[in-house]
């Protein structure tokens, strides 16, 4: 069945560190979104990739969608004690389901 | 504040038991999702509505139910309840049919402790 892979499941990093966590889908995606959860919330939304080797950037966050589209990242340039959570890949195939990635936890330390 | 609103926040029962999930959905929304969230695990994708009918089936197990009514409210039903249910349940909108549209805005959770 459908599933979508991070690495790593865990990451500390001092702040001003780069951190980058990597989605991978076992079948071909329409498209890819990350949300972010930060401890004891919800998961919000941060950004969706479409086309094949899209990038996109958000201030110093840096998305990608690879080129066939069963992988994807997130680069957090210098980390921040507000990046603090876990982020989340999710994954659309053709059946509309969205399907998360299990997450990568990070921890920010000062 | 996501405009997504979850009852109860927090719930307690006993195996065996049966419970109720509520779940409003931002104005205009028209797709609700629910998604199960286990402690330090990923988000299970349960079921999806939309404009009250299912749109998607995840990995619902058949002890649970879900509807959407009329004023676009959900409910997820959750019966026999066993220890292996405690989790955190999300539901989430979006105004589109389909989650490749857009982003999803998830309410604050229900926690449910089964003991």
């Known amino acids: 069945g459908q599933q979508v892979m991070q690495i790593p499941q865990y990451q500390h990093v001092q702040e001003g560190e780069d951190f980058t966590t990597y989605c991978n889908s076992s079948t071909t995606l329409s498209n890819i979104q990350w949300y972010k959860q930060r401890p004891g919330g919800h998961p919000v939304f941060l950004i969706q990739l479409v086309k094949s080797g899209e990038v996109k950037k958000q201030k110093r966050l840096t998305f990608q969608f690879g080129e066939a589209k069963k992988n994807s990242s997130l680069h957090i340039t210098a980390t921040q004690t507000t990046d603090v959570g876990t982020y989340f890949c999710a994954g659309e195939t053709g059946a509309n389901n969205l399907f998360f990635g299990t997450g990568t936890r990070l921890t920010v330390i000062p | 504040d996501s405009g997504v609103t979850q009852t109860p926040k927090h719930l307690i029962t006993a195996t065996g038991q049966r419970v109720t999930l509520r779940c409003s959905p931002r104005?205009?929304?028209?797709?609700v999702y629910w998604y199960q969230q286990s402690l330090d695990q990923g988000l299970q994708f349960l079921i999806q509505y939309y404009n009250g009918e299912e749109r998607a089936k995840g990995n619902i197990l058949e002890r649970f139910s879900a509807q959407q009514f009329p004023d676009l409210h959900s409910e997820l039903n959750l019966s026999s309840l066993e220890l292996g249910d405690s989790a955190l349940y999300f539901c989430?909108?979006?105004?589109?049919?389909?989650?490749?549209?857009?982003?999803?805005?998830f309410g604050e959770g229900s926690r449910l402790t089964v003991l």
């Open positions: 104005s205009g929304d028209l797709s």
């Open positions: 989430a909108s979006s105004v589109f049919p389909s989650a490749r549209a857009g982003e999803l805005f």
